[in-house]
């Protein structure tokens, strides 16, 4: 989603804003006509993500810079559409451009999303640096994609904690944008199991999974990301298709592409995690 913004919505300048129902612009404390207001005559310099947010870099007619904070909650969507398409059943804001050319919507089944502008500060991880990230997102820790993630002092962290190591990685105060499904198939790569607790492993192990981890999250963006659900499209409305290549998640009874043993489900969090038991050994319960 953040590629497409890059190509339809980055190098425009913002001609009016519009918000549908009270929630959508909730995070912005003054209202959203007041938000509409503020994006008026802005000019997208960027699109960037960390986590689960989305910020387009804005650059106001007066020169002072912000970042319009997309959470996208569980059904938000961004669609690039011609202005005189139909409008969606759940439209909650639409984004006319100076050129005339197409709108940037958000849609948003369950509501759970929203906008709101944030003041950039600085920040060592941000591409390019001189933008920052917004106020509102410090608490999120830099992802393995990001030029100046800190692998080494991540995996620092992760010796010191004496709790299971998926539960560690989806910690977004430690590392962002792994994530569930993503935490699952890199543990299956790295040949460890969910359980394990984080200081029991080597170093040189929790660098391994942190670079499988990485090298499926491209791997998955090189797909268009990994749709379950309808609503996750990109900005053209089209799903990802990672799924297809996963090796553990969601393939419970299914062959082990490694093993052929037949791949586990378990409960996780309120959720599920999915692993080999021949190649990810649970570890042993204490005493």
Known sequence: MRRGLDEHVVGRRIHTAAFFGARVA???????????DRLRGNAVQGAQRRGKYLWLVLEA????????VIHLGMSGQLLVEAASAPRETHLH????????GPQLRFVDQRTFGGVALADLVPDPAAVPRRWG??????????????????QGAVIARLKARHTAVKRSLLDQGLVSGIGNIYADEALWRARVHGEREAATLSKPALGRLIDHAREVMLE???QGGTSFD??????????????RSL???GRQGCPCPRCGTAIRREAF????????????LRPRPAG
């Open 26 to 36: 909730r995070r912005h404390q003054p209202g959203p006509a007041d938000l509409a």
């Open 61 to 68: 007619p007066d020169r002072h810079r912000q970042g319009l």
């Open 93 to 100: 804001a639409t984004f006319d451009f100076a050129d005339a």
């Open 133 to 150: 990230v917004p106020e509102s997102i410090t608490h999120v820790a830099a992802d393995p994609l990001e030029p100046a993630f800190d």
């Open 220 to 222: 998955a963006l090189g």
């Open 230 to 243: 309808a609503l996750y499209v990109n900005v053209n409305g089209a799903s990802g298709f990672f799924d």
């Open 247 to 249: 090796n553990a998640y």
């Open 269 to 280: 969090m309120n959720r599920s995690s999915y692993s080999c038991p021949r190649c990810q």
